[in-house]
């Protein structure tokens, strides 16, 4: 079966798809921005470049973090990383369930039936 990517574009301001919709909860998974970073084999430095182009796209931070120390650090999602994340889910189940009917027509035109 087709599979469906969603990136939602907000103009210039910038857009949010399934990698950063990933990111975010890597890092709510793991409880950090580094561990959440290497499960999908990319750069803390890259992680946090595209938390930050979140939090500017949304006028607020997506991740409440803490410095390492004796206890060490860790990130959580803010309450707009967490909304960031459930809408960007409900988008996307909304638009899969719109679309199945088409991809599996598209599959069977493919396929020859």
């Given at each position: 079966m087709p599979s469906l990517s969603?990136?939602?574009k907000f103009g210039p301001k910038?857009?949010?798809g399934?990698?950063?919709?990933?990111?975010l909860e890597q890092i709510a998974a793991f409880g950090s921005i580094s561990a959440g970073a290497r499960?999908?084999?990319m750069s803390y430095k890259r992680a946090w470049e595209l938390v930050e182009e979140m939090n500017?796209?949304?006028g607020k931070p997506v991740l409440d973090t803490q410095k390492g120390g004796r206890k060490g650090g860790g990130a959580q999602l803010t309450p707009i990383g967490l909304a960031v994340v459930s809408r960007f889910r409900a988008v996307e189940r909304a638009a899969l369930a719109a679309a199945e009917p088409h991809m599996a027509?598209?599959?069977r035109e493919i396929e020859g039936g």
């Open positions: 969603l990136r939602i910038g857009h949010i399934p990698g950063k919709i990933e990111l499960h999908m084999n500017t796209l949304f027509a598209l599959e």
